[in-house]
């Protein structure tokens, strides 16, 4: 069983930064993918990256450049540093990882790109 905690979300100001933060807690080994999803107003819950623990990374090709997933083993948390943030990157922002073949989402972090 994982139970996964985000933390980092807020309110900032269009070409600000955020970063976001999801720890993983639980009897677990090793995580086989770990990934951030957001769901922006009135739209679908879309991935925007995730890495392996080998730690190959894929990102949605809006926030190539902009965004960079990262995780640190040891800790069984992954982050997604967000720079450059556009009043577009609005959502609430999911951490999700894949152990033992099976889906852990977290609650859900607000994210919101505003003047």
């Known amino acids: 069983q994982v139970q996964l905690v985000e933390s980092g979300g807020g309110l900032v100001q269009p070409g600000g930064s955020l970063r976001l933060s999801c720890a993983a807690s639980?009897?677990?080994?090793?995580?086989?993918?770990m990934g951030w999803y957001r769901q922006p107003p009135g739209k679908q819950r879309e991935l925007v990256a995730h890495?392996?623990?080998?730690?190959?990374?894929n990102y949605t090709d809006s926030v190539k450049g902009r965004f960079t997933i990262s995780r640190d083993n040891a800790k069984n948390t992954v982050y997604l540093q967000m720079n450059s943030l556009k009043p577009e990157d609005t959502a609430v922002y999911y951490c999700?990882?894949?152990?033992?073949?099976?889906?852990?989402w977290g609650q859900g972090t607000q994210v919101t790109v505003s003047s």
């Open positions: 890495i392996t623990s080998g730690g190959t990374t």
């Open positions: 999700n990882v894949l152990w033992r073949g099976k889906g852990y």
């Open positions: 639980g009897s677990i080994s090793i995580i086989s993918v």
